[in-house]
């Protein structure tokens, strides 16, 4: 009698099969979106367990994010019909990689308990360190010498891989020499940020064979998701893990690379098939997401770039909608109208759930946040101001990092006197003089300073105090969970009294936050794993919550799906976005494009695309016109509509018509007579669309991000949204802000005014 198929080949086409049942071998399956990639890695997984080809702890899986390792790990229990028992290596590059280190931190002179260091913690660093340099940081601001480092970082470069002409990029040939001085920093204070991760990783694989050789034997298989946006780094740490046994099956989609800003090279794809000759080379071409027009506008988008492997995709699914193309008047109509269209899908039976609006940049939730709350329409904002982001969340973590890692330099740095407690810069300075000539921690050297006279009797007894605390805590760390801890900590050091002094709404709500920090530790079995994980959160991960409408970036909707999404602010500057034009390259057009792709293939049934006349930038109002990837959706598969005096479609013809890749790029070249023609001919639908045409033009120039001439570092502003601060730091259009009550913001300086 036949066997009976196991559960998870249910329901998968033939080449799936395939990618799940050539387990012996390396396997690329190359394949458009919504093909069932994701699906097949995941029945691929669960096939390996089934059949005891491996213990789930010898399977090495890489994930785009925590939330889809998390699911992939429910998927496979589902598909086996039992819960999966430890997959260790299921996770993010980040995540594995965090994991993998800390077994062999020694190696590279860490401890196995070292601190993952964010963004705002690496750039105080290196603001040190520029200043010990005597550089000017306006010259050369501490952001730009951390992407850099990212960058080399990335391309799996150690400080001694840098050559004169890469250290040529930072302060007249000095970034070599500060990448140095900033990996002996975080050496010294037992801390490495997320490139360090794999970079450290490689370095122990390539100079401890048996370290290598005892990975390349645990891992049977290796399979990664998302492979189009490994960047060099990843790659060259796959390639070692895998080399030996050879059974690694990886997925992807070159027209879904949208990271090559954050070093991903699709070029890995090219790489693959020459590394590990004899690859099976698999193609998914049915479509099981989206409608046939979705599908079909997708495809014509992304048709417009050239050097793509190219590939067929079609579906069974009935015809559907079209792609709705909707000009409106302005920012704000744009978010009204959003918020209206859902609400008549929540009228209609429809879940929230099943809606996300999905927008180019940051800066484009303000206006549908704004009207969400006006209307009381419940939504999240996947990776906005995140919680861990903020002021108290961080001041809380940094006292936990300083008990549970005395060596955490940058953690007692935040919390040596917050709440106030009179340790004033020059105490401060003074700990840092001591810590450097002995070469200890801070917190040691707080410690050792109170045995001589070199602080003020009032900083001593507030310094005494607060050493005494740290120990005690530390000690209290074995008696108490360690959500009882943090409660008890934040009482203590006064952290609790000052936000309680405030008496503000502010305040209250900064309280309510530091409550769910110890609720949300309640779910992690030590203080350790806690810290770890909140280092991990990455800014694309999605907390799982009930019916609310999704607003996320692009980027971070990538391998997700929504039955109903709107794309808003497809206009030029926008999206594409200014930067890409500025920069000129096609390839950033060409990336911009692809982004385009994968917005429109998130959606199930329901796809809008939205372009408003307007936009109020630097608090003036502009005309802006639609974007160029507009155009280039096929005709036959979208619908255009405007709310205001027609001409969209008769705009949409003349661009298309006239439009050359090749002629656009760039702000200050022209953009061809297509632009012209179409404007002039009232395709901004306005009222008196032949005057804007300058103005449309304008408008492009102001998105350029020139820096506002009637705002300085230091001053005192206000923000519409959260009130007044000073200015601490200034990078193009963008300010971070100090602001009296909501803590320090980064904001696009167009939303600010002097005070
Ligand atoms: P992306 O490129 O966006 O990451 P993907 O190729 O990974 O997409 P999946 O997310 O795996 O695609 O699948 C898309 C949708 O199709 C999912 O809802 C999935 O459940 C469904 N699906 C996948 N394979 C099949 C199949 N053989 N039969 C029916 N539905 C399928
Ligand atoms: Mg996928």
Known sequence: APVPEPAYLRGLNPPQREAVLTTEGPVLVLAGAGTGKTAALTARLAHLVATRRAWPSEILAVTFTNKAAREMRERVGRLLGQAVEGMPWLGTFHSVAARMLRRHAELVGLTPSFTILDTDDQLRLLKQLLAAADLDEKRWPARQLAGLIDRWKNRGLTPAEIDAGEAEQFANGRGGELYQQYQDRL??????????????????????????????QRFRYVMVDEYQDTNSSQYLWLRLIAQ????ICCVGDDDQSIYSWRGAEVANILRFERDFPGAA??????????????????????????????????????????????????????????GDEIEAHERGGGKLDDVAILVRAQFQTREFEDRFIAIGM????????????????????????????????????????????GLGDKAVAKLHQLARAE???????????????????????????????????????????????????????????????????????????????????????????FLEHVSLVMDNDAEAETAKVTVMT????????????FLPGWEEGVFPSQRSLDEGGLASLEEERRLGYVAITRARRRCTIIHAANRRIYGQWTSSIPSRFVAELPDQHVEAETTMSGGESLWRAQWSEHADPFAHVGRSQGRGPGWQRATAA???????????????????????????????????????????????????????IDFEHAGRKRVLDSFVSPA
């Open 439 to 529: 070469g200890i921690p801070l917190a040691l050297a707080a410690a050792r300073i109170l045995g001589t006279d070199e602080l003020t009797p009032q900083a001593r007894r507030a310094l005494g105090n607060l050493v005494g605390d740290i120990a005690r805590w530390r000690d209290m760390l074995s008696q108490l969970s360690h959500p009882e801890l943090t409660r008890q900590v934040l009482e203590e050091s006064g952290y609790v009294a000052m936000l309680q002094n405030e008496k503000s709404t502010e305040a209250e709500g900064r309280l309510e936050n530091l409550n769910e920090l110890a609720r949300a530790m309640e779910d992690y079995a030590t203080l350790g794993d």
């Open 281 to 338: 080379v698999i193609r998914l071409e049915q479509n099981y997401r989206s409608t046939p027009h979705i599908l079909a506008a997708a495809s014509g988008l992304i048709a417009h770039n050239g050097g793509r492997l190219g590939k067929t995709l079609w579906t069974e699914a009935a015809e559907g909608e079209k792609v709705r193309i909707v000009g409106v008047w302005d920012g704000p109509e744009e978010a009204r109208r959003v």
């Open 378 to 421: 419940p939504y999240r904002i996947v990776g906005g101001f995140r919680f861990y982001e903020r002021a108290e969340i961080r001041d809380a973590l940094a006292y936990l990092r300083t008990i549970s890692q005395p060596a955490d330099d940058l953690a007692f740095e935040r919390i040596v006197n917050t709440p106030k407690r």
């Open 554 to 565: 692009i980027h971070a909707a990538k391998g997700l799906e929504f039955d109903t999404v």
């Open 244 to 247: 030996e046994r050879k059974n």
């Open 682 to 736: 009232g395709g901004l639908g306005s009222p008196q669309a032949g005057s804007r045409v300058v103005e449309a033009r304008a408008s492009a120039v102001s998105f350029a991000q020139p820096p506002r001439k009637d705002i300085a570092l230091g001053q005192r502003v206000f923000h519409t949204k959260f009130g007044y601060g000073a200015v601490a730091e200034i990078e193009g259009n963008k300010l971070e």
């Open 187 to 216: 050496r010294a204070v037992n801390a490495c940020d997320f490139g360090d991760l794999l970079l450290h990783m490689l370095t122990i694989l390539k100079t401890h064979r048996d370290v290598l050789a005892d990975y390349q």
